[in-house]
């Protein structure tokens, strides 16, 4: 990386740092850090979709009274912006329009929460959803009611294969919560009952991952890993001998970096993509912001061709123990599918 190029990202390292200062002290809690405040402490990973932002983001008309084929449209148009890439509904999306009257183009955000234990969708759903009616479709189709409000409406795969094949598995059971405006999904009706525990304050939350993702702000879709899972899957361990060799002698020149224990990225409104990479100790952050910013700048080991084909970097700092890298995609590229999967030389640990 040319060394003005280097003066020049550091050069924004104390006015972002103050500003993300600024930003966490005088704002509320971010709807995505608050989804994670409600899924269980042992979640490694999870995936974002406000799809209230991203109706907005493309100006897209779907509502309650769309068809089908109007939120498959709807669906495929936010994957050309590489706004539906975090989504499992992906090939759900149509079905449950027409058979649950809940899908994409209702939906005001969704979390997907996973861990060693299972995974579970945590929908954000619209003050005006009639849960009446969701749960006469639920029972209509063949999900077992449960005996209290709060209880797990039991389907399973031959349930949901009856409603629709191209359904996510994890839509097989249903919890729904209409004083949270909320409504579970998971393939496992057992971890359901486990996140409720999360839910009504009995078990503790993913903190640490919701902490990291305040961060990003409120962005349109989001990635967010603990250290261990971006240490594995953003690793250059998967890439071949030489590109493991050429991403070597790369950090070599950058300084070196530190094992990263939370990485997050997020596609903002308007175009760019937030960064966050966080060390364990705040006194290793400056430096790997320096290191980090000028590997996000150059080759791309693993991948192919350089970082810079596909996005510039705006802006590099560091508070506490986290890294911000502010990117800014070029045209047609899918930055945030692409780099939320491994190898990543920036991301390495």
Known sequence: MPRRAVIALAAVVAVLAAGLVTWRLLSPEPELAGALSLVPAETSRASWTD???????????????SSAEEVDTFMAEAFAADLSAMSALGTSAGTMQEQLGLSPATLRWELLAQSGDGAVEVFGVADDLSYDDLAERLAALGWAEPDEED???????????????????????????????LVLTSDQAPYLEQVMEVVDGGDD???????????????????????????????????????????????????????????????????????????EDAD???????????????????????????????????????????????????????????????ATC
């Open 284 to 346: 290793n952050a400056p430096g790997d912001a320096d290191a980090r910013a000028q590997l996000a700048a150059g080759p791309a080991p693993g991948q192919g061709g350089d970082f810079g084909d596909r996005f510039s970097v705006e802006g590099a700092g560091s508070r506490g123990r986290e890294i911000t890298l502010e990117l800014r995609p070029e045209e047609g590229t899918y930055v945030l599918s692409d780099l939320t999967s491994g190898p990543v030389l920036f």
């Open 51 to 65: 799809w209230e932002g991203v109706r907005r983001e493309l100006d897209a008309g779907v509502d309650a009274d």
């Open 151 to 181: 209880g797990i409406w039991v389907g399973g795969p031959d349930v949901l294969t009856g409603v629709g094949s191209a359904l996510t598995p994890e839509l097989q059971h249903f919890v729904l919560l209409p004083d949270r405006h």
């Open 205 to 279: 939350a993913a903190d640490d991952l919701a902490d990291l993702s305040a961060g990003l702000v409120e962005p349109l879709a989001a990635a967010v890993y603990d250290g261990a899972y971006a240490c594995e899957h953003l690793a250059m361990a998967q890439a071949d001998d030489d590109a493991r060799a050429e991403a070597d002698q790369l950090v070599t020149a950058a300084g070196g970096v530190h094992p990263l224990t939370g990485f997050a990225m997020g596609r903002l409104a308007g175009g760019d993509l937030r960064a966050l990479l966080q060390v």
